[in-house]
């Protein structure tokens, strides 16, 4: 069943088509990578997706509804959250209380149950606790809960982030350039971390943005090639992430390898 | 016990480490105020006044320190309370808690006009809206003479009372007005441990990040300048019963300055600040007037350097003692 419909989507900015015409699907379940060069329109694509731009043109149906131009909370309220290209937590806060905002969609109360705190209310409380410390513990942070989110280290951060996206029980998680910044020992933690969830039958459906192809986590199984806002190649991950493909995408000669499920491409040599 | 020879070992007192930073302000708040009560006189005074100050950096606090906006105006809130109040209780013979309810839905509305509109904008326009909502406010308490006497004010307002029972003597209502800050306290730490105040910290934490976790980032704003409007409104409602007059330069500009620096010196975003900093900020001019010409210039100076080694302010000085800092 098709979870996120994607029609002829469209933004420009200006003279520029940033996104042009994109059509996706994503079924229930399913992870997708989008890949491209710097510009190809993957993050314009996520934030209309998610909300944060409208589009000029299309249509984005979620869940069997129609979000088109709605705003970000609104969106997220239907069961689709995105994390961000660069870290946006809430550096002031632990890293627990992190993961418990992102109960928030999953809880109800506010002033009032606030000031009277009745019965209900405490074991809601004592729910999102155990909920945010068991994400924590997923992500590996378990010793980490009290600390501000600004004294982890950059990919740890990255981590709580994803952990504070499946506070909220996601249908679909949208996850930009999780690896960027990272450095090697990190970004494999977290390509290992994403694909263990890709065959994860409980796990949300993802999809991706990269431009690096060592960044698609094994088990991805679409892949959505961009160039200019347009596409290039869609379909299979098998058929799309190509040496072929990649050298049009990127603009090019491109040599690719493939080592178990993982990809890694480079400028084929005396090009 | 077996356990009982380790109760003063260095892991023992580590652990108790950061409950006694949390305590200390509220010690030090507490024996000053246990001072003037037993001291009496022209102490009792400012401390009913650092008192009544207090439950508006409370407000303040939950709507900059928590949320992480910005107002320049809530002395508009201050002066509807208060000036309702006045007229209600002076003119019309009102009881003062209907007085104090009529005045805060007063200013509660007027807080939902400027807010409503103006809190779904990024940015400025806010603390912009707020500025300006002060001044009117000011200037309608000196142009409409009849409600409210204009520069002359409003004075014989009658004194708090509850049941029939009038609090009369100083120390009475500094008793009082420390019961009102407890309680002001108390619902502003449950309004922050809840999943209402998470909503707020996220806000001010990253407000994309908010609206991407499903937080409707304007409500939540608004929410919380009505409530922090409330708070100002009541510390109006009591500084005109327990002064007595009012008069527009009660709720002018300057208030806004003075609690700002509480609140910063205080300590913004903590539980603790916005007492710890009323209560000093307000002992402040009493301590620096030995040094006559120059006591503006040390009382700046003492407040650069307090924001510059403690950005925290006051109510976390405690946690920058050696031996405090882990990893």
Redesign the interface.
């Known amino acids: 069943m098709t979870l996120l419909k994607l029609e002829r989507v469209t933004r420009r900015f200006g003279g520029l088509l940033a996104v042009d015409a994109i059509d996706l699907n994503v079924e229930q379940g399913g992870v997708t990578a989008i890949i491209g060069p710097n510009g190809a329109g993957k993050t314009t694509l996520f934030h209309l997706i ?1 909300g ?1 731009q409208t589009p000029n043109g299309g249509r984005i149906v979620f869940d069997g509804q129609d979000i088109t131009g709605l ?3 609104r969106i ?2 239907h069961g689709l ?4 290209q660069l870290v ?6 632990s890293a627990i ?1 992190n993961v ?3 109960c ?2 999953r ?5 009032v ?3 009277i ?1 009745p019965k209900s ?1 405490r074991q ?2 004592a729910e ?1 606790d155990a909920t945010a410390r068991e994400l924590l513990a997923f992500v590996g942070l378990a010793d980490h809960g009290a600390l501000p989110a600004s004294a982890l280290t950059y990919g740890q951060q990255r981590l709580l982030e994803i952990a ?2 499946l506070a ?1 029980r996601p249908k679909l998680l949208l996850l930009d350039e999780p690896a960027a910044g990272l450095d090697l020992g990190g970004r494999e933690d977290l390509v290992a971390q994403l694909a263990e969830f890709a065959m994860d039958p409980d796990a949300p459906a993802m999809v991706l943005v990269t431009h690096h192809v060592e960044e698609i986590p094994p088990g991805f199984t679409h892949a959505l090639l961009l160039r200019e806002g347009g596409i290039v190649a869609q379909g299979l991950i098998g058929d799309v992430i190509t040496a072929a493909n990649l050298s049009v995408a990127f603009g090019q000669d491109l040599e690719l390898d493939k080592a178990g499920d993982r990809f890694f491409a480079r400028r084929r040599a005396g090009a | 016990m077996p356990t009982s020879r380790n109760i003063i070992s260095p892991e023992r007192l580590a652990a108790l480490a950061p409950g006694l930073a949390t305590a200390l302000p509220w010690a030090v708040a507490l024996a000053i105020l246990g001072y003037a009560f037993i001291a009496g006189g022209y102490l009792v005074t400012v401390m009913s006044f650092a008192l009544i100050y207090a439950v508006f950096v409370i407000g303040l606090n939950l709507f900059m320190g928590y949320a992480g906006q910005v107002t320049f105006g809530h002395n508009a809130f201050a002066a509807l309370g208060g000036y309702g109040s006045a007229v209600l209780t002076s003119a019309y013979g009102w009881p003062p808690i209907g007085a104090f309810a009529a005045g805060t839905m007063l200013a509660l509305a007027v807080a939902l006009v400027v807010g409503y509109p103006t809190l779904r904008l990024k940015g400025h326009y806010l603390a912009m809206a707020t500025l300006a909502i002060g001044l009117i406010i000011y200037e309608i308490a000196v142009q409409w003479q009849a409600v409210t006497g204009g520069y002359m004010g409003i004075s014989g307002i009658p004194p708090i009372g509850i049941g029939g029972f009038d609090i009369l003597s100083d120390r009475a209502q500094l008793v009082f007005l420390a019961l009102v800050v407890a309680l002001a306290t108390w619902s502003a730490m449950r309004l922050r441990a809840s999943r209402f105040g998470r909503a707020l910290a996220a806000i001010a934490g990253s407000e994309d990040a908010a609206r991407a976790l499903g937080i409707d980032v304007a409500r939540y704003k608004l929410m919380a300048f009505l409530v922090s409007a409330a708070y100002a409104a009541l510390a109006g409602t009591l500084f005109v019963h327990v002064v007595g007059f009012v008069s527009p330069e009660v709720f002018g500009l300057h208030m806004v300055v003075l609690a700002f620096t509480m609140l910063y010196a205080g300590g913004i975003g903590t539980a603790a600040g916005p007492l710890i900093g009323a209560v000093i900020i307000s002992l402040l001019p009493e301590t620096f007037r030995a040094l006559k010409d120059y006591q503006d210039l040390a009382y700046g100076a003492g407040l650069i350097l307090l924001l510059i080694y403690a950005p925290k302010g006051l109510a976390s000085l405690a946690e920058l003692l050696p031996g405090r800092r882990r990893s």
Do not use: M, N
Request: proline share 5%; charged share 25%.
């Open positions: 998610s944060f705003p970000p909370d997220a309220a959250i995105r994390t961000f946006q937590l809430f550096r002031d806060l209380e418990k905002v992102g928030h969609l809880t109800r109360g506010g002033i149950t606030a000031l705190r209310a809601t409380e999102v504070r996206a909220v």
